[in-house]
């Protein structure tokens, strides 16, 4: 088991080995996108900034397919979650209801 896939296993153990897989692999991802090594806090840290910024979350979703734009989407939802300490109340409730709108569209 690498890294991502233990880092996921440790906060989402009830995920099944087949989910587990496509979540570390979307995990490897955003971090490649980001030019950064095994580094869940940055990496959502990067990404809230952009999304706040931006008012969207395009950067997690700009490349690839429906379902890995969604297991994508899945796993930053999952990442704010982990990370909820470092988020604001106000910050939290705006990521959340970025994600719906891009679930959506």
């Given amino acids: 088991m690498d890294n ?3 880092f996921i296993r440790q906060f989402r ?3 099944s080995p087949k ?5 570390a692999k979307q995990l490897r991802y955003l971090s490649d996108a980001y030019g ?3 580094n869940p806090l940055q990496l959502t840290l990067d990404i809230i900034d952009i999304a706040i910024e931006e008012l969207n979350v395009k950067h997690v979703t700009l490349i690839g397919l429906p379902y890995e734009k969604n297991l994508r989407l899945a796993v930053f939802r999952n990442l704010i979650d982990i990370f909820n300490e470092y988020i604001t109340p106000k910050h939290y409730q705006l990521l959340d209801s970025l994600i719906l709108e891009a679930k959506i569209n």
Avoid: D, K
């Avoid at 989910?19 to 979540?23: D, R």
């Fill in 4 to 6: 991502y896939s233990a």
């Fill in 13 to 15: 153990p009830e995920l």
């Fill in 19 to 23: 989910t587990l897989s496509q979540y």
């Fill in 36 to 38: 950064l090594e095994f």
